[in-house]
């Protein structure tokens, strides 16, 4: 389990960026696409996924779900892909330095 | 903002889809539904921490301190009052004072660069403008290098008529072709004047300013082209001036005309006034150096006597208007800025007060986890909001103060009439506000609020009270200084109005007229006129004596005479200097008696003296000491225009006000029949303008009324204005009683808010030592030595900001510099009075707490702890 703040709201907003979802779902495709690595604790993705929607990098609507029930939907707004892509490249660049210091160890 | 419910449901439907699922994995109902609570965690923390994500932003706690801080003033009505009475003088009057100085020192004028336009001339003694000759102004025209463009227009705004069905009397004022280009106003409607108009001889054309074109053409879009009759001739209107049009001088002309310099047979013609527009990067000092030269050489123009009297002056075009407003408009400004310093020294004292009180509350609140940061918000929330609160009233205050001010206001200030409480003074007002709010709320923001407050010990207050008494001295302070000033300017006042004018103003009327070009261009019919006029005049019941003359005293526009044209029998001509210029007056014989001047030696005019042989004139006493200082100066000839014989000495007159010594001046007989003297029909007006003066105990309506039936019996279409001697002295001292009167109503506002200061810290000091007074008077003390006590303190006190004052006003007096008449910055009479005044009323104030104090039952003082 990953505690890293950080790294929850980068994994929330990697998700959204394959389209709008909601919570559930969401969590869900984080621990797929994870292979059930990283778990995240469901409950705790609410407030980060409102703390997200007050400095505007999501933005969030009721719909109606596929099987008729409602949902709130949450989608990446233009501010939130711009700070992604940022995030994506400064986590590259650790990743990689983790990597190297890692293998050297 | 966000729903509780909304919470829940996003919950909700999380919890059951996963129940769902796990439900397909199968796992039973009622099992699958708690495991997905499990696997979802404490839902009622969750909820709340999604709330907190909204809840908590800036805005939100602001408008939570608001409604905290507006709750809590309205629990204490008393205090609120006070402070909100106190912001809101200090910031009304400021706005009201800001409003009319705005105009004069700060706001740009209506041209184009505003900044970059200069006036420039010569300065020669009576005139306090820079004007300059127009063969001068040719070749600085021709020469000049600092400027892009530099214009002129002929002095003054010369009386016109209308002659249409409905006649009207207008101002007509002549510029250069240039003139509008150079100042960058362009007409509203048509077009400005062509080349081939401003030239000696032109076509007869006109700009017609916007008022004119509004209030007597109905707006007529179609004005330009159209020929209006002004004195009876046709002139052509091409264009119409924009509505904020303005003449650099301030004046108020209908019309402008081509000022069609003639410059093969102009040299030494006109005055004219000249501006210019500097090139970029040059600067005042840059443009006064290079013009020197050229000045130096226009000196030629000038009689070899003169030129030592005249110097080159270039100076910006809002030094130009503003003239002598300037000392005035920072004094008053200074004086509400102080009005406005006690008032925040003021309510900071309310408010530490009031802090006080609640510190309990406050370290409740920090103990509660409030950070320290977050009580200086919530502090300076509510001080803010009292700012706003008094600037609000204060809007109301300046808008009635505004109103005085208009009502109140002398003639010349400049632009007065143009004051309101428009946006630019709204937003000073706000930006005020909000400094005020931000500068009484330091003070009580940084009081670090400590737990230990909660025991409710009194030492942490000893450092508190001491800057409460701070503020206190500082509000005497600053009270002494207003005090001071006004003190002072209400002596000036005093002394200009006991200064003898030399006249006896009352049961005196004076009548105002200007002749139409038309009809009284020849000299003859002048005369005929004025002869009529006088045995009109002489007819009316109850008129003792009545004189008609070109001008009144005391005033400007009185004609002026060089020294040294003239002669004197028997002495050779003057050499040496000018001699400056001697102020004449063209008078019929009543004028001595009419006026109560009294003569010294001699006789007075008597109606022989008309007689075509006669030849006579007055000296004024001055004069007279001037030309013949150890003889008798009656019976000696001089001649002016012709030679004439000096019958009498009349009394110096205060022929410039009271603030000036007198002018020598001269009187020449009118005759019935045009003379010598009646031929010069300069400046344009001519001989056309004249002042009637009637001595008269009728009552001055009735009297009015039968003057103007004279009038309109001669010449029904003459525009008269009626007035008095008295009020035309009494005009002289509107602006230092002006001053004085404003000066001291802004003292009044700071003393009493600062007895009200006092009177609070006094008060409080006497609640927060109530079981003190009590042991000390159970143990013995009297009530006398208990006021002693009290009372020492105060004087303590209110001894240091005397002490602080007094250096202070040895300061700001001095600024009021050209605003003093006869009395020193330092006067020391001004202090003997003010000084007392301040002492009692502080005592005053602090005296109820005191009393209160030496009246406190040592039982009750007990038990109230």
């Known amino acids: 389990m990953v505690e890293l703040q950080g790294t929850l709201v980068l994994l929330i907003l990697k998700t959204l960026a394959r389209g709008p979802n909601h919570g559930f779902g969401i969590a869900l495709h984080i621990q797929g696409a994870s292979d059930g690595l990283l778990r995240v604790e469901e409950g705790s993705l609410y407030p980060a996924l409102h703390r997200l929607e007050r400095d505007k990098l999501v933005s969030a609507e009721w719909k109606v779900t596929g099987n008729k029930r409602r949902a709130r939907y949450y989608k990446l707004t233009p501010a939130g892909r711009k700070w992604l892509a940022k995030a994506e490249d400064s986590w590259d660049a650790m990743s990689k330095g983790v990597g190297r210091v890692m293998r050297f160890a | 903002m966000k729903d509780r419910d909304d919470f829940r449901e996003e919950i909700e439907f999380h919890v059951e889809m996963r129940a769902e699922l796990n439900q397909e994995a199968g796992v039973p109902q009622d099992l699958a539904r708690d495991s997905a609570r499990r696997q979802f965690g404490n839902a009622t923390l969750i909820q709340e921490e999604m709330r907190r994500m909204h809840v908590n932003t800036f805005f939100e706690s602001f408008l939570q301190d608001l409604r905290y801080a507006a709750r809590g003033f309205a629990r204490q009505p008393l205090f609120t009052l006070t402070a909100v009475f106190a912001a809101a003088l200090g910031i009304g009057s400021t706005t009201a004072v800001f409003s009319v100085v705005d105009r ?20 020669a003694p009576l005139d306090t403008n820079e004007f300059l000759f127009a063969d001068a102004y040719f070749d600085w025209r021709k020469h000049q290098t600092p ?16 002659t249409e069905t409905n006649p009207m009397r207008l101002g007509c ?3 250069e072709g240039n003139f509008l280009l150079t100042f960058g106003i362009s007409p509203i409607l048509g077009r400005n004047f062509t080349a081939e108009e401003d030239v000696p001889n032109g076509p007869r054309v006109a700009l017609m300013t916007y008022g004119l074109w509004q209030s007597r053409f109905a707006s007529d879009p179609n004005i330009p082209g159209k020929t209006v009759l002004i004195d009876g001739q046709p002139v052509t209107i091409v264009g119409v001036l924009p509505a904020n049009f303005e003449m650099p001088t301030l004046v108020h002309p209908d019309l402008l005309f081509p000022e069609a310099l003639d410059e093969a047979r102009e040299r030494a013609g006109r005055a004219l006034r000249v501006f210019a527009r500097l090139k970029p990067g040059v600067t005042l000092t840059q443009a006064q150096a290079a013009m020197q030269p050229l000045f130096e050489s226009s000196l030629q123009y000038v009689p070899p006597q003169f030129r030592k009297e005249v110097h080159l002056r270039i100076r910006s075009l809002r030094d130009l208007q503003v003239q002598d407003a300037r000392t005035a ?18 309510i900071a004292n309310l408010l530490l007060a009031r802090a006080t009180s609640r510190r309990k509350e406050m370290a409740v609140r920090a103990a509660l986890g409030a950070g320290r940061g977050r009580l200086i918000r919530q502090t300076l929330t509510e001080s803010l909001l009292l700012g706003v609160l008094g600037g609000l009233a204060g809007c109301a205050l300046a808008w009635a103060l505004l109103r005085m001010f208009v009502g109140l206001a002398p003639e010349g200030i400049p632009r007065l009439d143009q004051a309101a409480l428009d946006p630019r003074v709204l937003l000073f007002t706000l930006a005020g506000s909000i400094a005020s709010g931000l500068s009484f709320g330091i003070a009580p923001a940084i009081q670090n609020p400590q737990a230990e407050s909660l025991t409710g010990s009194r030492t942490a207050g000893a450092r508190r009270m001491l800057l409460r008494e701070w503020l206190c001295a500082g509000q005497i302070a600053i009270s002494l200084v207003l005090l001071a000033s006004a003190g002072m300017l209400l002596r000036s006042l005093w002394k200009i109005q006991s200064v003898p ?3 006896e103003t009352e049961h005196v009327m004076t009548a105002e007229f200007v002749l139409s070009r038309l009809g009284y261009s020849e000299d003859a019919r002048q005369h005929q006129f ?13 008129v003792g004596s009545f004189a008609i003359s070109d001008s009144l005293p005391p005033s400007g526009g009185t004609r002026g005479r060089l020294l040294a044209s003239m002669q004197v029998e028997g002495q050779p001509p003057f050499d040496k200097g000018t001699g400056g210029l001697i102020m004449w007056r063209y008078v019929t014989p009543g004028y001595f008696a009419s006026l109560g001047i009294p003569m010294v030696r001699g006789r007075a005019f008597t109606e022989e003296d008309r007689a075509p042989g006669a030849s006579t004139m007055i000296l004024s006493q001055t004069f007279a000491q001037r030309l013949f200082p150890n003889r008798n100066a009656v019976g000696q000839r001089i001649k002016t225009n012709e030679w004439a014989t000096v019958v009498g000495v009349a009394a110096d007159v205060k022929n410039l006000g009271p603030m000036q010594p007198s002018e020598p001046e001269y009187y020449i007989l009118r005759r019935h029949v045009p003379d010598e003297n009646s031929r010069i029909q300069e400046p344009p007006t001519g001989w056309r303008q004249a002042k009637v003066a009637i001595r008269t105990s009728v009552n001055p309506n009735v009297m009015a009324g039968w003057i103007k039936r004279e009038f309109a019996a001669l010449d029904a279409a003459l525009p008269v204005t009626i007035g008095s001697m008295q009020r035309r002295v009494g005009r002289l001292v509107d602006r230092p009683r002006f001053n004085a009167l404003l000066l001291t109503l802004f003292a009044g506002m700071g003393v009493l808010l600062a007895a009200i200061g006092l009177y609070g810290v006094m008060a409080f000091l006497v609640a927060q030592r ?3 007074i009590g042991v000390r008077m159970a143990l013995g003390a009297t009530p006398g030595a208990i006021t002693k006590l009290v009372l020492s303190r105060a004087a303590a006190w209110t001894l240091v900001g005397v002490l602080v004052g007094l250096a202070g006003s040895l300061f700001a007096t001095r600024a009021l510099g ?10 020391p009479w001004t202090f003997l009075v003010v000084l007392p005044v301040l002492l009692l009323i502080a005592l005053g104030a602090a005296w109820i707490p005191t009393l209160r104090a030496s009246r406190v039952d040592p039982m009750t003082a007990l038990r109230h702890e």
């Open chain 2, 147 to 162: 400027f892009t463009s530099i214009t002129s227009f002929t002095a003054g705004v010369a009386d016109c008529d209308l």
């Open chain 2, 104 to 123: 004069i020192l700060f706001r740009s004028l209506p041209y184009a660069q505003d900044d970059r336009l200069v006036s420039l001339g010569m300065t």
């Open chain 2, 770 to 772: 109530t079981a003190e």
């Open chain 2, 818 to 827: 050209s605003m003093l008449f006869e009395v020193e910055a330092r006067d």
């Open chain 2, 173 to 175: 004022s002549m510029v």
């Open chain 2, 530 to 542: 004025f002869n009529e006029l006088e045995t009109r005049l002489g007819r009316i019941p109850g």
């Open chain 2, 501 to 503: 004018m030399g006249l």
């Open chain 2, 329 to 346: 408009s920072w004094v008053l400004l200074g004086a509400v800025g102080a009005v406005l310093l006690i008032a925040c020294a003021n």
